[in-house]
């Protein structure tokens, strides 16, 4: 098990890095706001899980180990693999997943794409009790991306996570107009999540 992952950050994408350490570059899948707060040529250190699968060995990485713990936990859920997994940690923070499991908010898991009814009641029903504690830490700002790169970041990953790109680019631009105020990646992400959730 790979657990960690420190090194120098050789590309940034919308949902993924490239993280060389030891002279070896390591793509490891992100959520955008993880992957906003990381550079081309800074230096990253990431909490990672690697997923093993027949055909396949993929590296997630995270800003904490909350956000790793919480990612493995609901994978424990029937019918939650890594891509939804790590889609809720895109719409919500890791304690806000962990109300909404706690208090059984159903409506608050279903802004995730590829998560229905059912499925946020079967997440709520195995893991009410496993959630643990709610942690509550510093949040560190994000930088701002400049506007015209945000949009097109967002549609991508929304077209990444199922959606078209008329839905993703309309749902992109519904919220930017009416919420004009949002200035990071991934708070408008979470708001186009939220308005194709309705």
């Known amino acids: 098990m790979i657990a960690t992952l420190r090194g120098t950050?050789?590309?940034v994408g919308l949902d993924q890095v490239v993280v060389e350490v030891g002279g070896v570059g390591l793509l490891t899948h992100t959520t955008p706001g993880t992957a906003a707060a990381l550079h081309a040529?800074?230096?990253a250190s990431l909490s990672t899980t690697l997923v093993v699968r027949e055909d396949a060995l993929t590296l997630y990485g995270f800003g904490?180990?909350?956000e790793r713990d919480l990612f493995e936990l609901v994978q424990?859920?029937?019918?939650?693999g890594p891509r939804i997994a790590l889609a809720m940690l895109a719409v919500a923070s890791p304690d806000q997943i962990r109300a909404a499991i706690a208090g059984g908010d159903v409506a608050a898991l279903v802004k995730t794409p590829g998560i229905g009814k059912k499925g946020a009641e079967r997440i709520v029903l195995e893991l009410k009790d496993k959630v643990g504690p709610l942690?509550?830490?510093d949040t560190t700002d994000v930088?701002?991306?400049?506007t015209s790169g945000r949009h097109d970041q967002v549609s991508e990953a929304l077209i990444g996570l199922g959606w078209s790109a008329k839905q993703a680019d309309d749902a992109v631009a519904k919220v930017t107009?009416?919420?004009?105020?949002l200035t990071e990646v991934s708070a408008l992400?979470?708001?186009?999540l939220r308005e194709l959730g309705r």
């Open 177 to 181: 107009s009416a919420e004009p105020e």
């Open 76 to 80: 424990t859920v029937s019918g939650v």
């Open 64 to 66: 904490s180990g909350d």
């Open 189 to 192: 992400l979470r708001a186009a």
């Open 9 to 11: 950050v050789l590309h």
């Open 41 to 43: 040529g800074g230096e």
């Open 135 to 137: 942690i509550t830490g």
């Open 143 to 146: 930088p701002a991306v400049p």
